[in-house]
């Protein structure tokens, strides 16, 4: 990662803090920088500018705000993004922890901080991208009570990452079908946890 170069889309509308961010990113890996200052130069620029990352300020003056922009990455992109913030309400940020993002950064931050962000968000995006397509034979073989159809897609989304709430609208299931597929996939691969259940797929699939 010492040698690549990455391309970075930071969507501020503050120009003081984007400069801020400009300087902290100066003689890094990160210092091919662009700016947006709302949803519509987002947008344009997640098309013409191809970042490899974006950093989000949820709080836009505009009447979209970051979140939207985050949902639309996650629709029609590939890559992590990671979201600034000061303050927000509780709904505020349980619509943002909604998008999955690699990570929050906290106003006022510095330059280790920033760079601390990028650089584990960046890898472990390209973490992700080589793990293997998760193969029902061989998450079932050691299984006596073997998964479904319907549990082993859980279970891949489970291992992408994505919440119920998420599951459920990908699915089109209600919240308490996919609660219930959990705990059956916790049930049968003898895990009490998500993580646990993970690091066994992991395990399985070497």
Known sequence: ???????????????????????????????????????????????????????????????????????????????????????????????????????????????????ASLEIAMNNFQQQQHIPALSRAKINRELTDQLSNREFEILQLLYDGKSNKEIGQLLFIAMNTVKRHVTNIYFKLDVKTRTEAIALVRKRML
Request: net charge negative.
């Open 1 to 115: 990662m010492k040698n690549e170069k990455y391309k970075v889309l930071v969507v501020e509308d503050e120009p003081l803090i984007f400069e801020g961010i400009k300087l902290h990113l100066n003689n890094s890996n990160f210092s091919n920088v662009v700016s947006a200052l709302d949803y519509e130069e987002a947008l344009d620029l997640l098309k013409t500018f191809s970042p490899d990352i974006t950093i989000l300020d949820i709080n836009l003056s505009s009447h979209n705000d970051g979140i939207q922009i985050a949902e639309y990455i996650n629709t029609h992109c590939t890559m992590p993004f990671i979201y600034l913030t000061s303050y927000s309400d509780k709904i505020t940020l349980e619509r943002a922890k909604a998008t999955a993002p690699a990570g929050f950064i906290v106003k006022p931050f510095n330059k280790k901080t920033l760079l």
